[in-house]
């Protein structure tokens, strides 16, 4: 029972991670509630084997793409929006900032799958280590890769 | 743009996830996932090969005829192989993600596994089709015929019709089994495939 409320927690404390990821590759609302609610139950079937030397964050994270990048998923339909450059740029103005936000939402979903992984790893603090131990690629790979995938996000902020 | 500041922003509210928590916890929801799925098909399997493993034995006490009671069992020497087979990858399952493995590695693990069970299903339609054709072909016949196997088979044009339904049954149902592995898991695997690609590139 402690381990119950200790996992739901943790869950509970991180649970924009899972949010905030899915979000990036579920095609509709109906696959976004699938993939979350079976995101969330490998998360406690692996419970038992998170013995805590490494940070929650990470060991969801990979819970998170190993399940969202094996499942098997829907097309999705690409969504092209004209006029991404017509929004305005980042300001301290919560208006824009949200505008900011799915600015970078759209963008990233035109990314293929892998690079989102990897980038909203980055994004969400980790460093060059830890994604290349997530992600099975070498540190160095990793920051060869996220330098192309942040031109590429340059582009689509920029030139659609 | 500050990107760091900008994907915090990205949906923040929480929606169903904590309804959904409790459901979890105390096991709910069934799982979606492609390995459940792939298990609970090869335990399906293996119940219906043990079934028919089982009416094939009864067979071989009621068939008298010795040329029918040996293709049959030749197919039930397939169909105990195909127990033992299915048995073996059923215990190498892993049908939880794993929390160790990278993604890299896990997304060819799962890639594997799925290859493997294809490949097991293409084996059993080449190993078990020929002999049950012949078998069940033959019975039949000398059932309908009233004579025995040997009289039946060198009636003329049988051994023709038979060579034929082996010939034509034999890849029509392989071919189908492969059709039918694609058809589930054909895109999956090649978006898994893909995916490897990327992160090998």
Not at chain 1, 124 to 147: P, S, Y
């Amino acid at each position: 029972m402690a381990e119950e409320e200790r996992f739901l927690q943790l869950v509970r404390e991180h649970q924009r991670i899972i949010h905030r990821l899915v979000g990036l590759y579920a095609a509709d609302k109906d696959e976004r509630k699938d993939l979350e609610q079976e995101t969330l139950m490998q998360c406690w079937k692996a419970w038992p084997g998170f013995r805590g030397d490494a940070k929650f964050s990470t060991w969801l994270y990979r819970i998170c793409l190993n399940t969202i990048l094996t499942q098997k998923r829907r097309p999705q339909v690409v969504q092209r929006h004209d006029g991404l450059d017509q929004l305005p740029s980042a300001s301290d103005d919560p208006s824009h900032r949200q505008d900011d936000s799915e600015r970078l939402h759209r963008a990233m979903r035109q990314l293929s799958e892998t690079d989102r992984a990897m980038l909203s790893m980055h994004l969400e603090g980790f460093d060059h280590a830890e994604i290349a131990e997530v992600i099975g690629i070498t540190a160095n790979n990793v920051g060869v890769k996220l330098h192309r995938i942040k031109n590429r996000l340059a582009e689509l902020l920029q030139a659609h | 743009m500050d990107l760091q500041r900008a994907y915090q922003g990205m949906d923040t509210a929480p929606g169903e996830l904590e309804t959904m928590l409790d459901g979890v916890v105390h096991g709910r929801y069934p799982s979606d996932h492609p390995m459940t799925k792939l298990h609970r098909a090869l335990r399906i399997n293996l119940v219906w090969t043990v079934v028919i493993t089982v009416g094939l034995l009864a067979l071989l006490f009621i068939i008298p005829e010795p040329l029918v009671l040996g293709l049959f069992g030749v197919l039930l020497l397939f169909c105990l192989w195909a127990i033992v087979d299915g048995m073996r990858l059923l215990r190498s399952f892993d049908v939880a993600v794993s929390s160790s493995n990278s993604v890299l590695v896990e997304m060819q693990r799962q890639h594997d596994m799925i290859c493997r069970w294809m490949r097991v299903q293409e084996r059993v339609a080449l190993g078990v089709y020929p002999f049950s054709i012949a078998g069940g072909f033959t019975w039949g016949g000398m059932a309908g015929s009233g004579l025995d196997a040997l009289s039946f088979l060198r009636t003329p044009a049988v051994g023709v019709v038979l060579a034929i339904c082996i010939l034509v049954l034999v890849p029509l149902c392989y071919f189908v089994t492969r059709w039918l592995s694609k058809l589930v898991f054909g895109r999956h695997l090649s978006a898994l495939q893909q995916r490897i690609g990327e992160l090998r590139a």
